[in-house]
């Protein structure tokens, strides 16, 4: 039983060097060089999409390894923050009145502040 051989695959400067080798041939009619050209061109952007194509595929696998350490970490900072947030206490205000003028009284644990109305 006869097999054929595996097809080597061309590489993005490979392809570029046949099309400049091409351009630069006077071996082929103008209309055949065209034609192998357009083909060279054709295949030389089917390799640029498949690399990048590649590239996209390495580039969400190593996301998907990344992103419950990372999503753990932003969760653990979350809840350090929502702790430190409570942990700042709101202060009490009060309306009062001074001398027939409306003031607003602020206690904070520390220390009060009063504020005129007018």
Same mark, same amino acid.
Do not use: G
């Given at each position: 039983?006869?097999?054929?051989? +595996?097809?080597?695959e061309?590489s993005? #400067?490979?392809?570029?060097?046949?099309? @400049? @080798?091409?351009? $630069?041939?006077?071996?082929?009619?103008?209309? #055949?060089?065209? =034609?192998?050209?357009?083909? %060279?061109? !054709? +295949?030389? #952007?089917?390799?640029?999409? +498949?690399?990048?194509? @590649? =590239?996209q @595929?390495? *580039? %969400? #696998?190593?996301?998907?390894? /990344?992103?419950p350490?990372?999503?753990?970490?932003?969760?653990?900072?979350?809840?350090?923050?929502?702790a430190?947030?409570?942990? /700042? $206490?709101q &202060?009490?205000?009060?309306? +009062?009145?001074? *001398? *027939?003028?409306?003031?607003?009284?602020?206690?904070? &644990?520390?220390?009060?502040?009063?504020?005129? !109305?007018t």
């Open positions: 039983m006869l097999t054929k051989p +595996a097809a080597r061309l993005i #400067e490979e392809v570029q060097h046949r099309i @400049a @080798a091409l351009e $630069q041939s006077s071996d082929l009619e103008e209309i #055949e060089r065209n =034609q192998a050209l357009e083909h %060279y061109r !054709v +295949a030389l #952007e089917s390799l640029r999409a +498949a690399a990048f194509a @590649a =590239q @595929a390495t *580039n %969400y #696998e190593q996301s998907i390894v /990344v992103a350490k990372t999503t753990a970490d932003v969760r653990r900072e979350l809840e350090r923050l929502e430190e947030s409570q942990m /700042v $206490q &202060p009490d205000v009060r309306a +009062a009145e001074t *001398n *027939n003028h409306p003031i607003l009284l602020v206690f904070w &644990p520390s220390f009060c502040v009063a504020a005129r !109305v």
